[in-house]
Structures are given as structure tokens and as C-alpha cells.
């Protein structure tokens, strides 16, 4: 009996073997997608499935070892169904996989959020100061002619006051110019000839200049323009001043000194008392007490006349300022550079919404 029964027995062992190894794979499976876990459900569970296959030996094992292995195979058939359903499920129920080892507890990776370049929150800041008081939006072209950026605006040809604004001229086209100013915006309103005018004009404008910490070859300015009946140097002075207050603080204090422009007369430049140390003199004002923010006057009737608007009815202010100016004191910045490198640690500084 002890020879006849020593090739089951070893077969036998060997199909235990098997069994547990069959076991540890099963155990081991991992079902990353729906079609992994039907390929393990046909492998295992399928009707030609290894489960099938190794009931099918229940008929080699000898009798009074049947029992023992009818046990080992519920074992794992119980396993391997086990491990049907949980692979099932990590599919989730719509379908996608949901990884096991994922914790929804975790706070989410944050996006992204870009804000807004210093030069478009004071340009928003001024256009919506001068909305307030009745001003309208108005454009122009930033690739001007020679009329609406020098000649209408009273410089005309080898007019000394050309030399101030450096200008880049268009090869093929000698007529044509990038606009040193957004003056350019007041001519083409006035051309318009809808009266009363009052617009404030945003825009970039170039000037053939080195680039420094101070200068730039292309900046921003904005423009101001009123025209109507009886318009006055008063006018002009508490709406600056409204202005000011609104836009450094409600402290300060406003001067005009006489300047030159060749559109205005007469000229001015408006100063305010430095809103950093109060007048006191501080790095920001040079110690002098006070800080240049924009220059402005009356309209010269020229201008009215070249674009065909009674000069004797008609009388008007301008003010022009440029953003980058206003930002580095708004700010306190020194390098005028920074606002066109992109670089983002500077960017990211500026978290204001408006
Ligand atoms: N266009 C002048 C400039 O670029 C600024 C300016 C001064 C504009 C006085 C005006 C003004 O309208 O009245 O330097």
C-alpha cells in the first residue's frame, strides 16, 4: 500500500503547492483599470478558469484525503472570489478607478491665480477717479502722424520743443511715427467736434530713449481733456486736486508751478506735498517736501482752431501724467525696468482687485 500510494502522495503535495501558490498571486493581483479586473474574473473565475481546473483534480485525489482537500479547495475558491468582488468595487460605480491609497481628507493643490500688473491697477486706478467726475474713455492709435502727434499740438516743424520726446519715426513711412505722448488723443477728440468734450485717455506710448532705471523706450501715459463754455484755470485746479487726494491720500496738499508745454497756456506742473513723510523731506521727495505728479494748463486756442472749434466760445484744461511715474511713487519703487521684465516674484507682489 506504502508504494502504491507514494506517487499520489506526491502528487498530491505537489497540488497543494501549487494551490498556495496560486494564492499568493491571486493575493498580490492589483486591478488598475474595469478590463484588468474582468481578465482576473476569466483567469481565476471563468468558466476555463483556474478555479475550474483545479476542482477538476478533486477526481485524482485518493479518498481519505478528499475531505482535507475539498477544504484547502473551498479556502480558495472563497479567496479568489474575494478578491473578485474588492477589485470590482476599487472600479468605483461609475467606472473610473479610484486608487486605493488615495486621501480624500487632503487638501486639494491650489491653482494658480494670476494678478494683475502694477501698470493696469493704477491705470485702472486713475480712469476710475476721473469716471467718477464725468470723464469718458477715449483711444487713439499708438502708430501716429506727424499732425496729430507734433503739428496740431502747436510743435511744428524744428519747433525746439520736438527735442524733448525722442522720437521713433517709421522708415517706410516719414510721415509716420510710434506717438511720444497720448496728446495725439486730444487732437483726434477735438477733430471729432463733439462739444462739450471730457475724456481721460489711457494708453503706451515711445520714446527712442536708453533704457535705465529712470527711462524707457516705451511707457504709459494718461491723458486728460476738457473743452466747453467757460472753462477755467479754477476748474482745472480743484479737479487735480480732487484727484490727488484720491489717489495718494486725502492729506495732501497741492501745488502748481509755472511751466511750458507748447499745447497749453498757460503751463503748469502740479506737485503734491509728499505723502510718505508729510513734507517733512524724505528719499522718496529728494527732501524737498513735495513730489511732481503730472504736468497741465490751458488748452492753447491753437489747437481748438487747427481742428476747427471756435476759440472764442470754447475754452478748455489738458493734463497729461504718466502710470509708471505714479506707480513708482505709489509703490515706492526706484528701477522703472521692473515693470516690463516679467519677473514674477516682482509680479506676484501686487494682490490688489481693482
Ligand atoms: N504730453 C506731455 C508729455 O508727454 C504731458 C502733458 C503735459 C500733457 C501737459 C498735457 C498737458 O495734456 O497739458 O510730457
Known amino acids: 500500500m506504502r508504494a502504491?500510494?507514494?506517487?499520489?502522495?506526491?502528487?498530491?503535495?505537489?497540488?497543494?503547492?501549487?494551490?498556495?501558490e496560486y494564492e499568493a498571486e491571486i493575493s498580490s493581483y492589483t486591478a488598475t483599470s474595469a478590463e484588468s479586473a474582468e481578465a482576473f474574473r476569466i483567469k481565476?473565475?471563468?468558466?476555463?478558469?483556474?478555479?475550474?481546473?483545479?476542482?477538476?483534480?478533486?477526481?485524482?485525489?485518493?479518498?481519505?484525503?478528499?475531505?482535507?482537500?475539498?477544504?484547502?479547495?473551498?479556502?480558495?475558491?472563497?479567496?479568489?472570489?474575494?478578491?473578485?468582488?474588492?477589485?470590482?468595487?476599487?472600479?468605483?460605480?461609475?467606472?473610473?478607478?479610484?486608487?486605493?491609497?488615495?486621501?480624500f481628507s487632503l487638501p486639494g493643490d491650489l491653482l494658480p491665480v494670476g494678478t494683475r500688473h502694477p501698470i493696469s491697477l493704477i491705470r485702472n486706478r486713475i480712469v476710475s477717479i476721473f469716471q467718477r467726475l464725468g470723464f469718458a474713455v477715449a483711444e487713439g492709435p499708438e502708430i501716429e502722424d506727424d499732425w496729430h502727434n507734433f503739428t496740431a499740438l502747436n510743435m511744428l516743424e524744428n519747433h525746439p520743443a520736438r527735442d524733448m520726446q525722442d522720437t521713433f519715426y517709421i522708415h517706410q513711412q516719414?510721415?509716420?511715427?510710434?506717438?511720444?505722448?497720448?496728446?495725439?488723443?486730444?487732437?483726434?477728440?477735438?477733430?471729432?467736434?463733439?462739444?462739450?468734450?471730457?475724456?481721460?485717455?489711457?494708453?503706451?506710448?515711445?520714446?527712442?530713449?536708453?533704457?535705465?532705471?529712470r527711462a524707457h523706450c516705451f511707457f504709459h501715459q494718461v491723458e486728460g481733456l476738457y473743452v466747453d463754455e467757460n472753462v477755467s484755470f479754477a476748474d482745472l485746479k480743484q479737479t487735480l486736486y480732487f484727484f490727488a487726494q484720491e489717489m495718494y491720500g486725502k492729506d495732501v496738499k497741492?501745488?502748481?508751478r509755472p511751466s511750458y508745454f507748447p499745447f497749453t497756456?498757460?503751463?503748469?506742473?502740479?506737485?503734491?506735498?509728499?505723502?510718505?513723510?508729510?513734507?517733512?523731506?524724505?528719499?522718496?521727495?529728494k527732501h524737498t517736501g513735495w513730489v511732481e505728479i503730472l504736468g497741465?494748463?490751458?488748452?492753447?486756442?491753437?489747437?481748438?482752431?487747427?481742428?476747427?472749434?471756435d476759440s472764442s466760445k470754447y475754452t478748455g484744461y489738458a493734463f497729461g501724467l504718466g502710470i509708471e511715474r505714479s506707480a513708482m511713487l505709489k509703490y515706492q519703487m526706484n528701477d522703472l525696468r521692473l515693470f516690463s521684465e516679467n519677473d514674477l516674484r516682482f509680479l506676484k507682489q501686487f494682490t490688489a482687485t481693482y
Open 4 to 20: 502504491a500510494g507514494f506517487p499520489y502522495l506526491r502528487a498530491m503535495e505537489e497540488l497543494l503547492q501549487k494551490i498556495r
Open 44 to 103: 481565476y473565475l471563468g468558466t476555463k478558469g483556474l478555479l475550474k481546473t483545479v476542482m477538476g483534480e478533486m477526481k485524482t485525489v485518493p479518498n481519505e484525503r478528499k475531505r482535507e482537500f475539498g477544504q484547502v479547495l473551498n479556502e480558495f475558491k472563497q479567496l479568489t472570489e474575494k478578491k473578485y468582488e474588492e477589485l470590482k468595487n476599487i472600479q468605483g460605480t461609475n467606472g473610473h478607478q479610484a486608487a486605493p491609497e488615495m486621501d
Open 174 to 213: 516719414p510721415d509716420w511715427l510710434l506717438r511720444t505722448h497720448t496728446s495725439n488723443v486730444q487732437i483726434r477728440e477735438l477733430e471729432k467736434g463733439h462739444l462739450p468734450i471730457r475724456v481721460i485717455c489711457p494708453g503706451r506710448v515711445y520714446r527712442n530713449e536708453t533704457i535705465s532705471a
Open 254 to 256: 497741492p501745488r502748481f
Open 265 to 285: 497756456e498757460p503751463s503748469a506742473e502740479m506737485d503734491i506735498s509728499c505723502f510718505i513723510c508729510g513734507g517733512k523731506g524724505c528719499s522718496v521727495c
Open 296 to 309: 497741465c494748463g490751458m488748452v492753447h486756442p491753437k489747437l481748438l482752431e487747427n481742428c476747427g472749434i
